[in-house]
């Protein structure tokens, strides 16, 4: 028999939810903000977005040029490692494979990069597939820099300390280099249901 | 709040500022799981973790209201680099705490004084009321210099700082940009926002402003 916590009870949820909740996480329907440090504020009109390292040449698309691009809106849930959940949220943004749609590469592996020095590594193939998406509303609103604004990456089925707030872009790597929180000790990968939370899950 | 002493086997140790998960289960096997600040300095003998008790929390309430002496909790950890502060890292040190966000902060100042350090160090702390008010006399007495500030209802004969810790208030008592502080900011996620905007606003280095924050945005 498995360790019991005498006396609690817990709180379960009515209905049908449970089956979209990853073990160890509880639903809310706030949404918390989380970031290590102040949020950065660039400008529109100095705001780039980036693709570099193992490519032939780099690519970059100013605001005007990003916004130019085809956008989808999409509803799906969100986990962060901090043990909250959240379902359905809406947003607007522009596939990564549609940034990527062209781009001749031997990479395995791209690192994330963001205003404010944030890093976050993924595997190529978890961002090019049509599973992620930089997103610049949120809810049919522009994303409010608190929570990632102007544009952040948005990797719904990965822990969100994956989707990086403030994304500039995206290195192209052969090798997997950890970002910040993979050097902090969380998991290389993050995927909530297999609770893949700190390093060693 | 409620300070909760545990006699952890095979504790490796911890550094000032991490956090533990602490689990539940239920009888049915239900299982629910929550992180909480150590409040204890790597140098004291026991561990201790400070709990807020949120009116709907479903572990806090637990934690407060049920845990007796003699019972056990799951726990996982320490867990953590990023918010944390040795002693070799040197200063001087500016901590910023909005209401259960003094509970690392306190973990901070008391492995400073168990090393000795002669790093100095300013401590802003924003509570609703005085009863919200933890670890007072012991603060008093951890040489830093300690602003408290209170935000919602003080006694009558109340002659200390009142209202948000905002950059008027920074720009008097925290360090100035120039003395470069390591500046570590924990607690509701709108005072830290508010606080950390402040500090760069002021001139301070975002690059050595570090952010914990707890709870909603409610939005």
Redesign the interface.
């Known amino acids: 028999m498995s360790f019991v916590s005498r006396g609690f009870k817990g709180r379960r949820r009515e209905g049908g939810d449970s089956s979209r909740v990853p073990p160890g996480q509880y639903l809310t329907d706030d949404f918390p903000v989380l970031s290590a440090g102040p949020t950065p504020h660039t400008p529109l009109d100095q705001w780039t977005f980036t693709l570099r390292g193992a490519v032939d040449e780099p690519r970059s698309w100013t605001w005007e040029e990003f916004r130019a691009l085809p956008s989808e809106t999409v509803t799906v849930d969100i986990h962060c490692v901090t043990k909250w959940s959240k379902l359905d949220t809406t947003w607007t943004g522009v596939p990564v494979a549609t940034l990527l749609d062209g781009v001749e590469t031997s990479a395995d592996y791209v690192l994330a990069f963001s205003d404010g020095g944030y890093t976050t590594n993924l595997p190529l193939e978890d961002v090019a597939d049509g599973r992620a998406w930089v997103a610049f509303e949120y809810g049919a609103e522009p994303l409010d820099p608190e929570h990632g604004g102007p544009a952040r990456l948005l990797v719904p089925h990965l822990y969100f300390w994956k989707s990086a707030k403030w994304v500039r872009g995206l290195e192209l790597r052969e090798d997997d280099k950890q970002g910040f929180w993979e050097m902090y000790g969380y998991h290389n990968y993050g995927d909530p249901w297999r609770e893949q939370r700190y390093s060693g899950d | 709040m409620k300070s909760i002493v545990l006699e952890v086997p095979d504790w490796v140790g911890h550094r000032a500022g991490q956090h533990v998960d602490v ?5 049915d ?7 909480y600040s150590i409040a204890s300095a790597p140098e004291d003998a026991d561990l201790v973790l400070t709990v807020e008790r949120l009116e709907d929390g ?1 572990v806090s309430t ?1 934690l407060v209201d ?1 845990l ?1 002496v003699g ?4 726990l996982r950890g320490p ?5 944390v502060w040795e002693e070799a890292q040197g200063g001087p040190l500016l901590l910023v705490a909005g209401g259960s966000g003094i509970v690392p902060l306190r973990a901070i100042l008391r492995h400073r004084a168990a090393a000795k350090s002669s790093v100095p160090a300013r401590l802003v702390y924003s509570s609703r009321s005085l009863e919200d008010v933890i670890y007072r006399n012991e603060l008093a007495g951890l040489e830093a210099e300690v602003t408290l500030t209170l935000t919602r209802v003080w006694p009558d004969d109340w002659s200390g700082r009142r209202g948000r810790v905002d950059t008027a208030l920074l720009q008097e008592v925290a360090w100035t940009p120039a003395e470069r502080p390591l500046t570590y900011v924990c607690g509701p ?1 709108g005072f830290v ?1 508010a606080v ?2 402040s ?2 606003s002021l001139g301070h280095e ?2 050595r ?3 914990e ?1 707890f ?5």
Do not use: H, M, N
């Open positions: 689990r539940l289960t239920a009888e096997g239900y299982q629910a799981q929550r992180s479903e637990y049920e007796r019972d056990e909790l799951e867990i953590g680099g990023y918010f996620t926002e950390a905007e500090l760069v975002p690059a402003i570090k952010t924050r709870g909603p945005t409610g939005r």
